[in-house]
C-alpha cells in the first residue's frame, strides 16, 4: 500500500535558522501531498498541500514542493522562529475500494527551534 | 466559531472498563473520522464515517466502537477487548471524504490512561 518516509527527530534549531525536513512517499496513483502541524496538547492543523506534481504548496513561510521523479515533499522556511516547535506530520491521500480518500499520515518529526 | 470539540482533555480509566470519548462538530461536515495517536508513531485511522447512521473500519477498529446518529456527533467507545486502550485520540471531520483536497479538520484530542 501506499506509504509516507519521514526524516527521524528531534530536529533542534536555532531561532533564524533553515528548516529542511524531508519527506518521500510511494504510491500506486497521483495523491495529493500534505504537511499537518501539530502544537504541544493540541490537534493537527493542515499546513500546507500541493495536489499535482510541481505544485508548491506555501503558508505561513513555509514551503513544500511535490516532486514526483524523486517522491518527494520536503518542507522547508528560510527563518524559523521558537513559535515553530511543534511536530510537523507530512501525509498523503490515498483512494480507497469505495472511491473514497483516506490519507496516510508520515510519524512525525518534532521541531525544537532555541531562541 | 466553527470548529471540532472532543471531551474531556483527559481521561483516566481502570483496565476491563468501557470509555466513550465524545467528538462534536459544528462545521457541517458529512465525514468524520478517529485516530489513534501513540508517542513517535503517525496517526492510525480507527474508524471513519461518511454519512449520518454508517461507518467503516479503519486500520485498527478491533476493540473499538462508534455510532453516527447525528451529523454533528461521533463518539468513541473503547472497550474492555482493546489491548493497549492508552493513547492520545484524536477525532477529525471533513467536507467529504473522496475529495482530494478536502483537508481534514482536528480537534484538540482526548488523552485516554488506562492503569
Known amino acids: 500500500g501506499d506509504s509516507v518516509t519521514q526524516m527521524e527527530g528531534p530536529v533542534t534549531l536555532s531561532e533564524e535558522a533553515f528548516l529542511t525536513i524531508n519527506c518521500t512517499y510511494t504510491a500506486t496513483g497521483y495523491p495529493s501531498l500534505f504537511w499537518y502541524v501539530q502544537y504541544p496538547g493540541e490537534g493537527l492543523q493542515l499546513l500546507l498541500k500541493?495536489?499535482?506534481?510541481?505544485d508548491k504548496g506555501s503558508n505561513k513561510g513555509f514551503e513544500a514542493t511535490y516532486r514526483k521523479e524523486t517522491t518527494s515533499f520536503h518542507l522547508e522556511k528560510g527563518s524559523v522562529q521558537v513559535s515553530d516547535s511543534a511536530v510537523y506530520f507530512c501525509?498523503?491521500?490515498?483512494?480507497?475500494?469505495?472511491?473514497?480518500?483516506?490519507?496516510?499520515f508520515g510519524s512525525g518529526t518534532r521541531l525544537l527551534v532555541r531562541p | 466559531d466553527g470548529g471540532i470539540t472532543q471531551s474531556p482533555k483527559y481521561l483516566f480509566r481502570k483496565e476491563g472498563q468501557n470509555v466513550t470519548l465524545s467528538c462534536e462538530q459544528n462545521?457541517?461536515?458529512?465525514?468524520m473520522y478517529w485516530y489513534r495517536q501513540d508517542p513517535g508513531q503517525g496517526l492510525r485511522l480507527i474508524y471513519y464515517s461518511q454519512i449520518v447512521n454508517d461507518f467503516q473500519k479503519g486500520d485498527i477498529a478491533e476493540g473499538y466502537s462508534v455510532s453516527r446518529e447525528k451529523k454533528e456527533s461521533f463518539p468513541l467507545t473503547v472497550t474492555s477487548a482493546q489491548k493497549n486502550p492508552t493513547a492520545f485520540y484524536l477525532c477529525?471531520?471533513?467536507?467529504?471524504?473522496?475529495?482530494?483536497?478536502?483537508?481534514?479538520?482536528f480537534g484538540n484530542g482526548t488523552r485516554l490512561t488506562v492503569t
Open positions: 477529525a471531520s471533513s467536507i467529504v471524504s473522496w475529495g482530494l483536497d478536502s483537508p481534514l479538520h
Open positions: 462545521l457541517n461536515h458529512d465525514a
Open positions: 501525509a498523503l491521500s490515498e483512494p480507497r475500494m469505495d472511491s473514497s480518500y483516506k490519507l496516510i
Open positions: 500541493a495536489t499535482k506534481a510541481d
